[in-house]
Structure formats: structure tokens, C-alpha cells
């Protein structure tokens, strides 16, 4: 069997004020279709946060639905969904029921993950265990982990669930942390391996800041104080773990343990990530061999570092990035006017500007300044001084002496 696992696609992201959904397009419906027939892949691993935010413009929503009824209805390749931290679980999971009978599976409560799905293709027969995005609260009452909360929705899973729904709340706190994200994730792997039938390949799909994940700049925080944080040991048993929230392609611990990425670069602190689709061909005895596919962006995210002369005259340059989304790191220690506008006649997608040189360099000692004691001449000339690093020279100086006469005059 073959899978491809992708996540995080955003689908909505503003980047800068303007909007990434041409660029989204531009490679989920030319690349990634592209792969999925020429890699002849049987499955999709989406491993959360299709979009990038719980209510999405109507853009994104609409490059969804084409995306999931071009794969029904003309490629039919199954897709397996988990929601992430930016989707709005209820709203991924609307028509869910309907959309599963056309090979559309998607995961966005916890209390619809409580099983694994069995996936058969013409190569035999795969587990498929979905952990979407969730708080542990919410994943111990679909566990049945909370005594104050009624009892999981699915009730053909209750049988092979744990059996502490009698245990009173305080039990249950004594036994479990129900706000630990580690200790929730353990328990609900557990509950879906536990299902998995003797001897069949076993993937999981989840949405989770894993410990020892490189951070590449754009992810959201899942909590405060760092305590979302799971082990990778939580999904040690499954015969590959696909993972969605970081967006720098990583394995964490093992190959079979793996984030793939996000398809784009969404900050310039992921300028140096290279993105890709992860493919993953298993056996079926879930021996697992994995390749990528590099992403091949409509346009680049850079950081471009110099002087802003330079950056302005530097012909091989333009050409390179006249489309890109730059980032202009200026090492000028004088003020520029009108910067941005000059920049964006070459670079035209410029989105910012940061004055590197000027935040580089230390601030004179202004605490010997008597400041009370120095007449306007005299502030003038040590502001001059604090700029420019050194004093008006002979000429400058009597120019603002004639200035400064020509004022007195005039009031």
C-alpha cells in the first residue's frame, strides 16, 4: 500500500495582509494531484489544520470542497482527515457521514475517534487510527474518563474503552491528570492500538505538538505554559504515525514517527525549510519505507540581507525574487525614506522591512548630557553627533551656524 501524508495546509492564511489562496491552489491542484496519480497512491494521511482558521473565508472553503470532490468523484482516492488546532472541529466534520460513503473520512471530535477504521485496498487491510486536535478534558469524557460527563457517543466502541466511568471524579483525577495533554493522548492511543485487529498494519493519524519538535515560526500555541507538549512515545506501537501541527518536515525519535510539514511557508522564520509531500509505502506486515517529493511553490518566502542601495540596484537579484515574498534585512545605519515603495518597484511582493543595522547599533551614552544646560545650538549638535557617530564637520558646522542666525532674525 502507498500513502501520501500532507498536513497543514491553512487554507485561508493571510500572510502580511494578503491572502495565500492562489498560491494554495497552485499546488494542490497541479502538484499534489500530479502525485497522486503518477505515485499511484491508495490513501491520504491529512494530518490537521486544513484551515487556518475555525471560520475560514469563503475562498478557502471553496478550494476544499473542489479539492475533496475532484478525489471522490475523479480520482477516487480515499482521504483520512484529523482536525488541528485551527480548524473548527463541528464545521470539518459537517455531511461527515455522507462524505465517508465517497472514501471522504474526517475525524474532528474525539468522541467520532474512538475506533479504528479498517481500510482494505487491493494490497490487504490497514488500521487507520484518528487522534484529531483536542483538549484532554474533551478527550477523557469521550474516553470515558470523567465521571461528570455522560458516556462516549459511540457506543459499538464502549465495550473496549476503559472501564472507570463508575470511579468517582475524584478517582478518576487520582488516576489520570484530565488536563495533561501527554497523559490523554496516552490514553486514547491505547483505547484505538487495543481495537487494532492481531496482525494488521497499523497507522496513526494526530494533530499534536510532540516533544522535541523543531518550531519553525508560524505554529500556534496549543496551551499555555507549554504543557501540550506528548511523547513520541504515545504512538510507539503503530506501524507509522503521521503527524500534522509543526511545519518543518521531521521524524521524532524514529522514521516511523514523522511530521511531514506544511505544503507552504507561512513566516519567514521557515525560509530555510525545505517542503515537501511524504510518501510511504508499507507491506503488509506495516514495514514501512519512506521517500519525499519536494513542493514546487508558485513563489519562494526570502530574507534578503544587505544594504538597501544594494538590494535596490542588484539586477540578478530582482530577477530571482521579483515574485517572492521577501523580507528586506537592511544593514544601513541611517534613516531611508520611503523604503517600502522603492523596494516593491523591484521586489514586488515585499512584504517587510527590518532595519537590522539601525537595531545593531548601540545607543550612545546620553547620561553625562546635562540637557538642561544646552541651549538649541548645542542640542542640535549632539543629536547630529549621536546619529551620524561623529561631530558636523567645519563647513557643515557654519552652514547651521548661518541657519540658526537666519532663525534668530526671523522671530
Known amino acids: 500500500m502507498r500513502f501520501l501524508h500532507t498536513a497543514d495546509w491553512h487554507l485561508g492564511r493571510i500572510f502580511y495582509g494578503q491572502y495565500l489562496t492562489d498560491d494554495q491552489a497552485h499546488v494542490l491542484e497541479h502538484q499534489f494531484f500530479t502525485i497522486l496519480k503518477e505515485e499511484k497512491i491508495d490513501g491520504i494521511l491529512l494530518a490537521g489544520d486544513v ?30 482527515v484529523v482536525s488541528g488546532n485551527h480548524d473548527g472541529a463541528e464545521r470539518l466534520e459537517v455531511g461527515r457521514s455522507m462524505l465517508s460513503r465517497s472514501g471522504i473520512h474526517i475525524w474532528g471530535s474525539p468522541h467520532h475517534a474512538l475506533q479504528p477504521f479498517e481500510f482494505e485496498s487491493s494490497d490487504g487491510k490497514v488500521a487507520i487510527c484518528p487522534m484529531p486536535f483536542s483538549e484532554p478534558r474533551r478527550i477523557g469524557d469521550a474516553l470515558g474518563l470523567s465521571a461528570s460527563e455522560s458516556k462516549p457517543v459511540d457506543t459499538e466502541a464502549e465495550d473496549s474503552l476503559f472501564s472507570y466511568v463508575e470511579s468517582d ?211 542640535f549638535n549632539q543629536f547630529v553627533e549621536t546619529v551620524w557617530k561623529e561631530p558636523l564637520t567645519e563647513a557643515e558646522q557654519s552652514y547651521i551656524d548661518s541657519v540658526w542666525d537666519r532663525i534668530i532674525k526671523e522671530d
Open 51 to 80: 484551515f487556518d482558521r475555525a471560520v475560514p473565508p469563503i475562498e478557502a472553503i471553496e478550494l476544499w470542497d473542489s479539492i475533496i470532490t475532484r478525489l471522490a468523484m475523479d480520482y477516487k482516492v480515499p482521504l483520512f
Open 169 to 379: 471524579e475524584q478517582e478518576l483525577e487520582s488516576i489520570f491528570n484530565l488536563h495533561n495533554y501527554d497523559q490523554m493522548y496516552q490514553a486514547w492511543s491505547d483505547c484505538l492500538y487495543q481495537q487494532v485487529p492481531k496482525g494488521m498494519p497499523s497507522i496513526a493519524i494526530s494533530h499534536a505538538f510532540v516533544m522535541g519538535g523543531e518550531v519553525g515560526g508560524s505554529e500556534r500555541t496549543l496551551s499555555v505554559g507549554g504543557s501540550e507538549q506528548v511523547s513520541p512515545h504515545v504512538f510507539k506501537n503503530f506501524h507509522y504515525t503521521a503527524l500534522g501541527h509543526l511545519h518543518g518536515p521531521q521524524r521524532m525519535g524514529a522514521d516511523h514517527i514523522r511530521y511531514s510539514g506544511s505544503p507552504l511557508k507561512y513566516s519567514f522564520d521557515e525560509q530555510g525549510q525545505k517542503k515537501s509531500f511524504t510518501i510511504i509505502d508499507m507491506d503488509t506486515k506495516g514495514n514501512i519505507d519512506i521517500s519525499t517529493i519536494p513542493v514546487e511553490a508558485k513563489r519562494d518566502v526570502v530574507i534578503l540581507e544587505g544594504h538597501f542601495e544594494d538590494l535596490l540596484n542588484n539586477k540578478a537579484l530582482q530577477t530571482k525574487h521579483k515574485d517572492d515574498y521577501v523580507q528586506a534585512r537592511l544593514l544601513d545605519t541611517m534613516p531611508i525614506m520611503d523604503g517600502m515603495a522603492k523596494l516593491r518597484q523591484v521586489y514586488h511582493r515585499c512584504m517587510t522591512i527590518e532595519l537590522a543595522g539601525r537595531i545593531a547599533t548601540p545607543v550612545a551614552d546620553m547620561g553625562d548630557a546635562v540637557f538642561k544646560e544646552l541651549n538649541e545650538r548645542q542640542l
